[in-house]
């Protein structure tokens, strides 16, 4: 599969735990997008990176998360002292120069 | 006022209908525009990019006009394969890569 895979698919969690979920580019693409959708929205951009270097960030982004991408390469989201208000799902896209990006299949985050 | 606007329908349409969507956007320094499908439950998929020009896929056209801030999707003989969830992007502003994504427009085309 040469798409952009997400790890887990669906992760269940009890408020106050910490989550991290994973996301593997396509393998040339070295832009790297994270994005929340909540039932009946569109995504909601989080963050970008380009290769290793984290570019953009959105005001959603709280203390709470925070995103890396070591090695250029995959990337983590994590979700510290996780909340009700984060169930939602959590995709990653990649893109190579221009602004179309290929998403992932995503995470589904439900928190109890 | 959103940054994205779309009617979010549903439309429901015959097979072998044309069925227009619009979408209009805030942001005048926005440079990059798409259509973007999404099936129930699963990820949102490229359509097409939309140019200055306006471009055609087959049976998908998109326009945009900038005066007006609106882009449109132009499906024509629609397919039962057609019915998903269309959304309407922008990037947020010139030199960055963050997309901005409408609502979407809900289609269903019936037997």
């Known amino acids: 599969d040469t798409g952009v895979s997400q790890d887990p698919r669906h992760k269940i969690t009890k408020r106050g735990q910490n989550v991290t979920f994973r996301c593997d580019p396509i393998?040339?693409?070295?832009?790297l997008y994270w994005y929340r959708q909540t039932l009946g929205q569109g995504p909601e951009f989080l963050t970008y990176?380009?290769?290793?270097?984290?570019?953009?960030k959105s005001r959603l982004l709280s203390d709470r998360f925070s995103a890396e991408r070591p090695k250029g390469s995959f990337s983590t989201l994590e979700i510290q002292r996780t909340e009700q208000g984060d169930s939602a799902m959590y995709l990653c896209?990649?893109?190579?120069?221009?602004?179309?990006?290929?998403f992932g299949p995503g995470t589904r985050l439900t928190v109890l | 006022r959103k940054e994205v606007e779309q009617d979010p329908g549903p439309f429901n349409v015959p097979e072998g209908a044309t069925v227009a969507f619009n979408c209009t956007y805030s942001?005048?320094?926005?440079?990059?525009f798409f259509w973007y499908r999404q099936d129930c439950r699963k990820e949102p998929k490229l359509l097409m990019s939309?140019?200055?020009s306006g471009n055609e896929d087959g049976r998908f056209t998109a326009q945009l006009n900038r005066a007006s801030q609106y882009i449109s999707l132009l499906i024509r003989d629609s397919k039962l394969s057609d019915s998903a969830t269309y959304l309407c992007?922008?990037?947020?502003?010139?030199?960055?890569?963050?997309?901005?994504f409408g609502s979407g427009t809900r289609l269903q085309v019936q037997p």
């Open positions: 990176f380009q290769n290793e270097a984290q570019l953009e």
């Open positions: 393998s040339e693409h070295n832009r």
């Open positions: 939309v140019y200055s």
């Open positions: 896209a990649s893109s190579l120069r221009s602004d179309e990006q290929f």
């Open positions: 992007v922008v990037n947020k502003e010139t030199g960055r890569r963050a997309l901005t």
């Open positions: 942001n005048s320094a926005s440079q990059s």
